[in-house]
């Protein structure tokens, strides 16, 4: 089978773009080391968490053979590829801090509650923790979906596959993380997990990755 690719204008961008996301993550690690005394629940990546990372470097020269936007298409309004997206993250974050914080738990803490960390070590932890699940359950996995229909010589349904992909691995992460009590908790996070986790491979398929 052969892919034509242009490897060094299109696969060495998407590299270089995927390499600063990572640079973050290690930047992260040792940021959070330098603080860990200072806090009880801190939660620290180390570096095995970014060599598993690395697993997903492969895809990114794949992008244009699955019909995936490359980092930065130039085809694609900025308001549409960053502006929206951020957009729409705020109104879930905001959506979870009414529901669990003003809803479920409106007594002040006396402490940071474990799930939250300081800030702003938490953009560095928390950007870790979203770039491994786009790369483990949307990146990998849609990519090997979409090169099996290419194997199978079913390329004309590439379109079919991944969104049936997409139904798949939108639901994968809400079920994995579902709350262990409270009925609305549960159906509140199924809820908004699968719909989140959608728009993401929506962003993926129309806006990149």
Partial sequence: MKFNLDLPEKGTKNL???LCFLLITLIGIFYGNSIKAEFKFLRIWDTSNILLLLLGVPFLF??????????????????????????????FGLLDIFVIKVLMHPEPYSSLPPYLQPFPYSFFLFFSGALEIEVFYRLIPISLILLLSLVIKKNNYSNYFFWIAAIITAIREPLEQL???????????????????????FTLKNMAF
């Fill in 16 to 18: 270089f773009v995927y």
């Fill in 62 to 91: 794949l992008f244009e053979r699955l019909h995936i936007p490359n980092f930065w298409e130039n085809k694609i309004a900025i308001k549409h590829k960053l502006y929206l997206p951020i957009a729409i993250g705020a109104i």
């Fill in 179 to 201: 709350p262990s009590e409270g009925t609305f908790l549960i159906i509140y996070s199924l809820f908004t997990g699968f719909i989140m986790n959608f728009f993401k491979l």
